[in-house]
């Protein structure tokens, strides 16, 4: 699963453990219909999500969209483009304004939507969470094998990552950059020119770098991650990168992988802020490749990382960070009552 249907998944099942609780994740007419009957809503804006008469909705604005699609679209959009961009614009403008409670993941994101809001509809902060069940103790990772978590979506930096690993073992220090996934989430939505462009990154790196052919499924994803040393999120100096919550990170955190993470952003602050790994300049191979070197060669440093990690992560269990989200919808229980 990609980041959305992951937030979606544990907003419900830990709603689930308060209220009767259903997921939506196509449009049918059984999903019409529980949604036309559901006291209170809770999704994305997107089409066909709108408040009925006595329903309460919250808007969650987690996902930074319209700043995605500036970076996939560049900066000479096709007129279809054009027209995607300008929707998502006009369905984030109506959920400004038509939310009951209003959700976003970080303060940074809060702060950016609040400028554009022109009313008083109150707002909750709810990150991404850690499963506690699937928490375990693993022996430590025994080849030097770094991970690359997510997608390679043109707001991330891939490409600095395979020079650092490059550049490491041609300085003798012997390791290998691993991606999880080169395919998309949804097997329907093939991108070649993608691919076409990961190859070629690919190449950058023989034969250092490998990549997994299909998208890891969620279930194996920590496993993954535990193979290697560190995880990897790098991304380009963007406006998407300062209002992303970097959802990978939280797989990081679940797995006690330390990171090496692009400065600015959430990610970034929590790893530098808490000891969770090590922060970057954007688009600087050899900071990439110091940092590399330090988690991998001074075990002191990358125990107290691992320690930091373990530390922090109870804060971030999803029964924890869904707290205000609970709380907003038993209010209005009471209300209605």
Request: glycine share 6%; with cysteine; aromatic share 8%.
């Amino acid at each position: 699963m990609a980041g959305p249907g992951i937030r979606a998944t544990y907003l419900a099942r830990e709603l689930g453990k308060h209220f009767p609780t259903q997921l939506v994740s196509r449009e049918t007419p059984a999903a019409r219909r529980i949604l036309s009957e559901a006291s209170v809503l809770i999704g994305q804006p997107h089409r066909g999500f709108r408040k009925r008469r006595g329903q309460r909705i919250v808007y969650d604005l987690f996902d930074p969209l319209v700043l995605e699609l500036r970076e996939l679209y560049g900066a000479r959009p096709a007129l279809r483009q054009n027209i995607h961009l300008a929707a998502e614009w006009f369905r984030l403008r109506y959920a400004l304004s038509n939310a009951d409670l209003l959700m976003c993941a970080t303060p940074q994101q809060r702060e950016w939507y609040e400028s554009m809001q022109t009313n008083d509809t109150p707002w909750i902060e709810v990150p991404f969470g850690v499963d506690m069940l699937e928490v375990k103790r693993c022996a430590p990772a025994k080849d030097n094998i770094v991970v690359w978590g997510g997608g390679v979506w043109e707001w991330l930096d891939p490409v600095t990552a395979i020079d650092a690993v490059v550049k490491l073992n041609h300085e003798g220090l012997r390791c290998r950059l691993l991606f999880m996934g080169r395919a998309r989430p949804n097997p329907h939505a093939v991108d070649r020119s993608r691919e076409t462009r990961f190859d070629a990154m690919l190449a950058r790196g023989v034969p250092y770098v490998a990549a997994n052919a299909e998208w890891v499924p969620y279930k194996e994803r920590l496993s993954w991650l535990r193979s290697g040393k560190i995880a990897m999120m790098l991304h380009r100096p963007t406006a998407e990168a300062r209002h992303s919550i970097r959802t990978r990170l939280f797989d990081a955190l679940a797995a006690g992988v330390p990171v090496v993470a692009t400065e600015e952003g959430f990610a970034a602050d929590l790893v530098h802020r808490e000891g969770l790994g090590i922060v970057v300049p954007a688009q600087d191979v050899d900071a990439v490749a110091r940092s590399v070197r330090k988690l991998l060669t001074d075990d002191s440093f990358y125990a107290q990382c691992v320690q930091n990690l373990e530390r922090i992560r109870p804060r971030f269990a999803w029964e924890v960070v869904t707290r205000p989200l609970v709380d907003a919808v038993k209010e209005w229980q009471k209300q209605g009552d």
